[in-house]
């Protein structure tokens, strides 16, 4: 290989942040980036009765739903005990798998 394809490779692979990243780890990326954006405001600190992000004691009993329980309450909304979680947080724009990848993403750090 030439010294220009391997330069160029390596551009690539930066720009597109890609190379070396499983799946998973590019999915969890996402889910930042989504949970930065848009669940961040109540998500961080529990406004208005939210699970807060890294909290593992209120995050337990949520968790041992099961991933697809908390991706449909993401998607389709819920009001529970504590109160209201909008539907894709409010955010109409989050496709599907945007909103899945916050929660895994949320998840991921609460357990
Ligand atoms: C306006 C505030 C608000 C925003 C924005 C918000 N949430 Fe929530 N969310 C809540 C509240 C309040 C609850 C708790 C409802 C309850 O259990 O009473 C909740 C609960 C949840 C749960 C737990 C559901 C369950 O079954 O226990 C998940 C998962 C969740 N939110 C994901 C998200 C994701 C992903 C986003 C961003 C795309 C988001 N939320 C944005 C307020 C918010």
């Given at each position: 290989?030439?010294?220009w394809a391997?330069?160029?490779g390596l551009a690539s692979c930066l720009l597109l942040a890609g190379c070396g990243e499983s799946p998973e780890q590019a999915e969890l990326k996402l889910g930042q980036q989504?949970?930065?954006g848009?669940?961040?405001v109540c998500h961080l600190n529990g406004l208005g009765g939210a699970p807060a992000k890294g909290n593992r004691k209120v995050w337990a009993p949520r968790i041992?739903?099961?991933l697809e329980v908390l991706i449909a309450h993401a998607l389709n909304g819920f009001d529970g005990a504590e109160g209201s979680m909008p539907a894709r947080?409010?955010?109409p724009a989050l496709s599907d798998?945007?909103?899945a990848a916050a929660v895994k993403?949320?998840?991921s750090q609460s357990q």
């Open positions: 290989m030439s010294r391997v330069k160029a989504i949970w930065d848009t669940c961040k041992e739903q099961g947080g409010g955010n798998s945007e909103v993403y949320m998840v």
